[in-house]
């Protein structure tokens, strides 16, 4: 092979470098911690128009990698903005004295909830002092007892009279014990004694009395009974007479004091629905005041002693409930919920089980969530955590929707629920935000309807942003913020041109900085654990380096065993020689919190026949689409460049040596074709050169992903195995933008031990692989002898002349057969 010079990457694009005298400071110190958000633009243009919309639907759903400061970015905004509004209101819930289980919902001015509260617990409890006063009031009592005497008087005249008329009958009115209750009986006077008719009824059996009299006596008697029956009547009515006089006087005693103080509340909390509430309960205390007078001694224990608790009367249908008290807030609430599950989002309805083991609520268990707390203003909350809380993304559409919020008890097991409440629900105006990535986003845009509808601003945040004079100053800014925060030592100039050189390796351009701003701290709070390590009081760029290689040595422990197996020639890896049909692809192992790359050894033979291009992989089903594809555009290409005047006959396999797991992906498209070329025109390919890079049907070569992971991975085989000073990679030419190699990789290469060379098209980099020339198409349609293409272009129409050769032979050979067959059947 003639020794060629092909183009390179120049050293100074193989890595971008932040020259540490653009920073005017010597350390971190000399300039302002950042104040704003870096690279999210679109974002805080999308949280404003939500946040300034006030129509139903326009909540926001925030997307992007976490770390790139979607949090930090709501709050910033919030303080920008200074989001004060209205002060909302306090929120209540009262007994509904007509339904119970349907308690009335009140709202009053921020802190009047509490107010209102206090007023309603002083009012009981100047009840429970004053009535008891109030019926030992001396007007009062003699009252009572004038109405009480005027009623034995009556009771008794009435009894006396008609004992004078059962005397003048001839009867006398007898008590009878009837166990430890006693009830008047009228019997007939015999011989002054008084006797029963039974024994009436023996005398006359006996002679000894006249059955006329007894008849006499019976009809009497029952009259005398009648009478009493309707003495008995007229005392029951009597006695309810007295005691709804006696109500009504109780009444007419408590309830100047009642009516005075609830008035005086009303006077405080002058509000139609207040006063329409206070008027119920005016009306029950009335109904109800025995309540409030001295308890009477409690009866004696069936059990001797055995002393029963007794229960107390909280009187808490009178008790108010304040869900929420704004009496403290300032300007519009703000409510980041960490734990968003139903209960504390939507709130609950408790319930307690009393001393005979019954569950009981009532409406001084509602409990408010956070929704019900930000009502009127902003609400945030992850999305997946609150999707994976059942039952939270029902009544999250459901209150959005309606903009009505009514608290209940979340149990998908109703049937152990023991309660019908049901509170009065309220009107909401929550400005929900949830924080989520842009698979979940586009997940519920698709599959829900609703989503759309009660989600209408997105708020994309990039994980990169353009790389300027000013980001690159925010970066500084940014370090000089984490370091005040948290206590870091500050950054030199030297230490903070090597963060924003990693910020761009991260963002995979030279031309943008990662927004990922958690790995960037990250990084800042490590390269301060080595400063301190090495006894320096700033942060310089040794430590910043040393802290990015320490990172990967605790990541790469799979890179390392990958490395060994290489080293001891179990993985097969040629990085010197030429071999036809065999060249090294890269591939790229991302383990999800470190990522590097590893040459694999791509073998390719061809033969006559018609199966065209066989992919191993696909056959084992361990090739994924997109692989499949980049195979598949490998036949476009060859129809394209050498079956125009010819069909193509052959078969070809391809093979990912040593592969035991799934391929995916067109980044060695390229390589697989350049093997293929290998094989056919019988050209070996160069060992030392590894290839990446996919290819389309027109031949050119398209960027690929993993660039730097692909570059270095081969560098390390080929440093484990020695630097031969020929040894390099070839890469796509749309990737020399996203080199940003490592500094012992753009050593190497500026001391000419490796080499990255850019390739447009698969002709220019068939010509590194072979050193032979790739070879034009001439005029007559052939092309140039001796090149790339006339080899393979060639070995082509050999393929198709053999075969045809052989098919036709094989036609000729079964005529032979069957004349022969003929001629013995005819013998």
């Not at 006996?206 to 008849?215: I, P, V």
């Not at 955590?385 to 559409?397: I, Q, R, S, T, Y």
Request: proline share 4%; hydrophobic share 35%.
């Amino acid at each position: 092979m003639t020794e060629k010079t092909y183009e390179e990457v120049p050293v100074e694009k193989l890595r971008w470098r932040c020259d540490p005298n653009s920073f005017p400071m010597e350390t971190t110190e000399a300039i302002e911690p950042c104040q704003e958000i870096i690279g999210q633009e679109r974002a805080l243009e999308a949280i404003r128009v939500g946040l300034e919309i006030k129509s139903i639907g326009y909540n926001i759903f925030v997307t992007g990698l976490a770390g790139t400061g979607r949090f930090t970015t709501i709050k910033a905004v919030f303080e920008e903005m200074d989001v004060k509004g209205k002060i909302p209101n306090d929120l209540c819930y009262v007994n509904n004295f007509k339904n119970p289980d349907m308690p009335h919902m009140l709202s009053l001015p921020a802190g009047q909830g509490n107010s209102f509260k206090k007023e309603m617990e002083t009012l009981i409890e100047t009840l429970k002092k004053k009535v008891p006063l109030m019926f030992e009031n001396e007007n009062y009592l003699n009252k009572k007892k004038e109405l009480v005497e005027g009623f034995r008087n009556r009771q008794a005249e009435m009894f006396r009279e008609f004992e004078k008329k059962v005397n003048k009958e001839g009867f006398a009115l007898v008590q009878i014990q009837m166990g430890p209750y006693s009830r008047p009986g009228i019997f007939p006077m015999v011989e002054g004694n008084p006797v029963n008719i039974e024994q009436l009824e023996t005398m006359v059996e006996e002679n000894k009395f006249s059955r006329e009299e007894l008849e006499r006596i019976k009809g009497k008697q029952a009259e005398m009974v009648n009478a009493l029956e309707d003495i008995f009547k007229e005392t029951r009515k009597s006695e309810k007479e007295i005691k709804d006089e006696l109500s009504a006087l109780d009444t007419e005693m408590i309830s100047p004091a009642v009516k005075d103080s609830i008035s005086d509340i009303k006077e405080r909390f002058d509000y139609e629905k207040i006063h329409h509430y206070l008027d119920e309960v005016q009306e029950d205390i009335l109904a109800n005041f025995h309540r409030f007078k001295e308890k009477e001694e409690p009866s004696p224990s069936p059990i001797p002693g055995l002393v029963l608790p007794q229960p107390a009367d909280t009187y808490a249908e009178y008790q108010v409930n304040v869900l929420v008290d704004n009496s403290e807030t300032k300007g519009a609430p703000i409510i980041v919920e960490m734990t968003p599950n139903y209960r504390n989002l939507f709130g609950t309805i408790e319930r307690v089980v009393e001393r005979s083991g019954v569950w009981k609520t009532d409406f001084t268990h509602i409990k408010a969530g956070s929704f019900l707390r930000a009502n009127g203003g902003y609400l945030i909350f992850n999305a997946l955590d609150g999707l994976m809380e059942p039952g939270v993304w029902p009544a999250l559409k459901r209150t959005l929707k309606n903009q009505v919020m009514e608290v209940q008890t979340y149990d998908p097991f109703y049937f152990f629920a023991t309660t019908a409440l049901k509170p009065e629900p309220f009107e909401c105006n929550t400005k929900v935000i949830m924080i989520g990535d842009t698979h979940l986003y586009h997940l519920l845009f698709n599959m829900d309807d609703d989503f759309k509808k009660i989600f209408k601003i997105k708020a994309d945040f990039d994980s990169v942003t353009g790389k300027d004079e000013d980001k690159v100053r925010q970066y500084a800014s940014f370090i000089r913020k984490v370091c005040d925060e948290e206590k870091l030592r500050p950054f030199d100039r030297t230490g903070v041109a090597a963060v924003v050189e990693h910020g761009v390796r991260i963002a995979g351009r030279q031309k943008k900085l990662s927004t990922r701003f958690h790995l960037i701290a990250d990084l800042l709070r490590e390269a301060n654990y080595w400063a301190g390590k090495d006894g320096s009081q700033v942060v310089k760029e040794a430590h910043v380096d040393k802290a990015i290689e320490k990172r990967a040595y605790r990541l790469n422990l799979v890179e390392e065993k990958i490395q060994e197996m290489i080293d001891d020639g179990t993985i097969l890896i040629d990085s010197d020689g030429m071999v036809a049909g065999q060249v090294n692809g890269l591939s790229v192992y991302n383990l999800g919190d470190y990522a590097f790359g590893k040459p694999s050894r791509i073998t390719v033979k061809t033969s006559l026949g018609k199966a065209g291009i066989i992919n191993i992989e696909r056959e084992a089903e361990m090739s994924g689409p997109i692989h499949n594809k980049g195979v598949y555009i490998l036949s476009g290409y060859l129809r394209d460049r050498y079956a125009q005047d010819k069909p193509i006959t052959m078969s070809a396999s391809i093979c990912f040596e040593q592969s035991y797991s799934g391929v995916e992906g067109d980044s060695a498209s390229s390589t697989e074709l350049y093997g293929l070329l290998s094989s056919l025109s019988g050209l070996p390919l160069r060992q030392d050169i590894a290839v990446t890079g996919s290819v389309n049907q027109k031949g050119e070569i398209q960027p690929i992903g993993g660039v730097n992971e692909k570059v270095e991975g081969f560098f390390e085989v080929c440093r484990a195995k020695g630097l031969t000073g020929k040894q390099g990679v070839m890469i796509p030419h749309l990737n020399i933008d996203d080199l940003m190699l490592r500094k012992d990789v753009v050593q190497a290469v500026q001391e000419g031990k490796f080499y990255v060379y850019p390739v447009k098209t698969i002709d220019q980099g068939i010509t590194i692989l072979t050193g032979v020339e790739a070879g034009e198409r001439l005029e007559d349609g052939r092309f140039k002898e001796g090149t790339v293409n006339d080899l393979v272009d060639r070995k082509l129409q050999e393929l198709g002349k053999k075969i045809k050769e052989y098919e036709g032979g094989g036609e000729e050979a079964k005529e032979k057969k069957k004349k022969k067959g003929k001629a013995s059947c005819n013998g």
